[in-house]
């Protein structure tokens, strides 16, 4: 049976639009065209010959999220005011998220002349570098809302997808507000309210080598003002023990236990999501052990609902590590087995016995070799005598002389 709209669209959903998003670009920006002072005298782009990078949309909490960093190559040509055709690259390294709706940081733009350089040709280059940048702004900025007009319809489970940022409401009935009587008795509380109910749970576990010092990390997990630049969404975080957090615009909540900068954050973990069983409160820890070159960050947490345990993990992984390499700073490496104790412990019982069968074994295979050539040896001193003693004797050399 289909979850309803208001349940179905609190799952965290990514859907990969790299290949359309590539398209985009290559159909979009050949529209760009820009005109000079000078008659006759223009520059438009002509081809694009890269778009390297990941493409996404998500859905957190009802809400949709454009999550996109893209390396840009284009080809530029321009014709002068005496008809002369000049031609260029244009190299922008980061086209993203971050840059067009969050503005933490401004385009960069490599220019290249591949036309022999004259001054009517200097004049168009001149204007390719002042007026194009512009325009390819304001094309850029329109492709977070064609993201979301063209896929939003196939994570969200609705006629009307929200974009705004604000969560869809759970319940868009009100309830009539209760008059105060001081003669009456006070209605009883919801009874889910007032216990928890007893749920069955499960640990997971998901490891990652972060190329970023413990340090660096711990701020990133816990600092409020960093916490959106991996989460792309408003976070609360005082990041002390006995405090409350709220990342992903309130998707997950809960409390700080203990901190131990550079090291370890112990925290509770809550879904915001109708899916979990309310009042219910994992445990994330979260352990961070510094290497030569890398951190390694374990992210473990216990409690996690049966029958959530996989939807959970992915979420961990596309959400928390996918989010620290969205910004450069994680390489995924796989997860090492994990044994029981009665494994290991039979393991160390049955190793020294093993160890001993190994080397007698070894021991016993190089003494053959000696043994056998004995043998040959004893055999040959034997045989020598009694062929002698028998009056058998080697036929004379042909290299001897006749007398």
């Given at each position: 049976?289909?979850?309803?709209?208001?349940?179905?669209n609190?799952?965290?959903?990514?859907?990969?639009?790299?290949?359309?998003?590539?398209?985009?670009?290559?159909?979009?920006?050949?529209?760009?065209?820009?005109?000079?002072?000078?008659?006759?005298?223009?520059?438009?782009?002509?081809?694009?010959?890269?778009?390297?990078?990941?493409?996404?949309?998500?859905?957190?909490?009802?809400?949709?999220?454009?999550?996109?960093?893209?390396?840009?190559?284009?080809?530029?040509?321009?014709?002068?005011?005496?008809?002369?055709?000049?031609?260029?690259?244009l190299?922008?390294?980061?086209?993203?998220?971050?840059?067009?709706?969050?503005?933490?940081?401004e385009?960069?733009?490599?220019?290249?002349l591949?036309?022999?350089?004259?001054?009517?040709?200097?004049?168009?280059f001149?204007?390719?570098?002042?007026?194009?940048?512009?325009a390819?702004?304001?094309?850029?900025?329109?492709?977070?809302?064609?993201?979301?007009?063209?896929?939003?319809k196939?994570?969200?489970?609705?006629?009307?997808?929200?974009?705004?940022?604000?969560?869809?409401?759970?319940?868009?009935?009100?309830?009539?507000?209760?008059?105060?009587?001081?003669s009456?008795?006070?209605?009883?509380?919801?009874?889910?309210?007032?216990?928890?109910?007893?749920?069955?749970?499960?640990?997971?576990?998901?490891?990652?080598?972060?190329?970023?010092?413990?340090?660096?990390?711990f701020?990133?997990?816990?600092?409020?003002?960093?916490?959106?630049?991996?989460?792309?969404?408003?976070?609360?975080?005082?990041?002390?023990?006995?405090?409350?957090?709220?990342?992903?615009?309130?998707?997950?909540?809960?409390?700080?236990?203990?901190?131990?900068?550079?090291?370890?954050?112990?925290?509770?973990?809550?879904?915001?999501n109708?899916?979990?069983?309310?009042?219910?409160?994992?445990?994330?820890?979260?352990?961070?052990?510094?290497?030569?070159?890398?951190?390694?960050?374990?992210?473990?947490?216990?409690?996690?609902?049966?029958?959530?345990?996989?939807?959970?993990?992915?979420?961990?992984?596309?959400?928390?590590?996918?989010?620290?390499?969205?910004?450069?700073?994680?390489?995924?490496?796989?997860?090492?087995?994990?044994?029981?104790?009665?494994?290991?412990?039979?393991?160390?019982?049955?190793?020294?016995?093993?160890?001993?069968?190994?080397?007698?074994?070894?021991?016993?295979?190089?003494?053959?070799?000696?043994?056998?050539?004995?043998?040959?040896?004893?055999?040959?001193?034997?045989?020598?005598?009694?062929l002698?003693?028998?009056?058998?004797?080697?036929?004379?050399?042909?290299?001897?002389?006749?007398?």
């Amino acid at each position: 049976m289909a979850l309803p709209p208001t349940t179905a669209n609190w799952h965290w959903k990514n859907k990969n639009v790299t290949r359309w998003g590539t398209e985009w670009f290559e159909r979009e920006l050949l529209t760009i065209t820009v005109t000079g002072d000078n008659e006759g005298e223009t520059v438009s782009i002509s081809k694009v010959t890269e778009v390297d990078g990941d493409i996404e949309l998500g859905q957190r909490k009802s809400k949709l999220i454009t999550i996109f960093d893209c390396k840009v190559v284009l080809d530029w040509q321009g014709t002068t005011s005496d008809g002369t055709e000049v031609k260029g690259t244009l190299t922008i390294p980061e086209v993203s998220h971050e840059i067009i709706c969050d503005q933490l940081s401004e385009f960069v733009y490599n220019w290249r002349l591949t036309t022999d350089a004259s001054p009517e040709v200097n004049s168009v280059f001149a204007l390719a570098r002042a007026r194009l940048p512009a325009a390819l702004e304001a094309k850029f900025a329109t492709f977070p809302t064609a993201i979301v007009e063209t896929h939003g319809k196939d994570l969200t489970v609705s006629a009307d997808p929200s974009r705004s940022g604000t969560p869809a409401p759970a319940n868009t009935k009100s309830a009539p507000t209760p008059v105060a009587s001081s003669s009456s008795t006070p209605a009883p509380a919801n009874p889910k309210t007032q216990e928890k109910a007893k749920v069955n749970s499960t640990s997971i576990v998901v490891e990652a080598d972060f190329r970023a010092s413990s340090d660096d990390l711990f701020g990133l997990l816990t600092d409020e003002k960093r916490i959106p630049m991996w989460t792309r969404a408003s976070a609360q975080s005082q990041g002390k023990p006995g405090t409350e957090y709220s990342l992903f615009g309130g998707g997950v909540k809960g409390k700080y236990i203990s901190l131990t900068p550079q090291k370890e954050i112990v925290q509770t973990w809550a879904l915001q999501n109708p899916s979990w069983p309310s009042g219910h409160e994992a445990t994330l820890t979260t352990t961070l052990e510094q290497g030569s070159e890398s951190t390694k960050v374990v992210f473990s947490l216990a409690g996690v609902p049966l029958g959530m345990e996989d939807e959970i993990k992915r979420n961990i992984e596309g959400y928390y590590i996918h989010g620290f390499k969205s910004i450069g700073y994680v390489h995924l490496i796989p997860s090492a087995p994990v044994y029981s104790s009665s494994y290991m412990q039979n393991k160390s019982k049955l190793g020294p016995a093993k160890n001993r069968d190994q080397t007698k074994s070894s021991t016993l295979s190089s003494y053959l070799p000696a043994v056998a050539i004995a043998a040959l040896v004893l055999a040959a001193a034997f045989a020598v005598p009694l062929l002698s003693s028998s009056g058998f004797s080697p036929p004379p050399s042909p290299l001897s002389s006749s007398k």
